[in-house]
């Protein structure tokens, strides 16, 4: 049986594919940059993958960014900016981004009275705590794990270690402790730090397959999704196993 679900917050439950386009767009004006064109998000979603992933295997830091990630977007795109500026300025937008992934707002809420519910994200605590806040969803997380507090970040296990200590060293009243790994559901849309870092934590996991590309062969991933709605059957199944 599962006592718990680790929802991730980015492209999981807010939508920072959204966010990052209208950010894009509105930057490229108050830069006065070329307009903005969509197929300049499909650079700056490869060229952010393969960051962040350098990030996750611990090559580089994710203060890095600031000096990385635009310089080279901005070289693909041909365009001349201040590429530090311009990562500075979309960092700004970031903490006042709260644009729901359908079906959200609906899971998190079902979700809540049902089981322990905890966010599990990469990011600053509180600038992903006051995203949270805006979407009007806080107060339904019991707990929230947060890269920068917790001092790691997904896919390390120790993220995930972390995570199940700070859970279990604060019951929460009308629920059952202790919380094992394997009694906890990770739900998230990266195959790396969600996927890779729940397997490889002990912990079952659900793949949010949104662009539907399929689960790798080698991948163990218990159950794949490509809307939040479909979260509701496996979380019910899950929570009448015997324990």
Not at 1 to 22: G, S
Not at 196 to 207: D, E
Not at 213 to 221: E, H, K, R, V
Not at 227 to 236: D, F, R, Y
Request: a negative charge; aromatic letters at 10%; one cysteine or more.
């Amino acid at each position: 049986m599962i006592k718990a679900v680790f929802l991730d917050i980015d492209d999981t439950l807010l939508d920072f594919e959204a966010f990052a386009r209208a950010t894009m767009e509105e930057g490229f004006r108050r830069f006065n940059l070329p307009a903005y064109q969509p197929y300049m998000y499909d650079v700056f979603d490869r060229v952010s993958d393969v960051l962040w992933k350098k990030i996750e295997r611990g090559e580089m830091q994710r203060s890095d960014l600031i000096d990385v990630r635009w310089q080279t977007i901005f070289a693909e795109l041909g365009i001349s900016c201040d590429a530090r500026a311009f990562e500075e300025f979309f960092l700004s937008q970031l903490p006042l981004s709260a644009i729901p992934v359908e079906g959200a707002g609906e899971i998190v809420n079902w979700l809540a009275p049902r089981c322990l519910l905890c966010a599990a994200s990469n990011g600053i605590y509180e600038e992903q705590k006051g995203r949270l806040q805006r979407a009007g969803w806080l107060d339904r997380f019991h707990m929230l794990f947060i890269s920068e507090d917790i001092g790691v970040q997904k896919p390390s296990p120790d993220f995930f270690t972390r995570s199940v200590a700070r859970l279990n060293a604060q019951p929460v009243p009308g629920y059952r402790f202790p919380v094992l790994p394997h009694e906890i559901l990770m739900v998230g849309d990266s195959l790396t730090s969600d996927m890779r870092g729940g397997i490889g934590s002990g912990l079952r996991t659900c793949l949010f397959d949104r662009r539907g590309s399929g689960i790798p062969a080698d991948m163990p991933i218990d159950y794949c999704i490509s809307g939040l709605a479909e979260l509701k059957p496996i979380v019910i199944s899950l929570m009448q196993e015997e324990a």
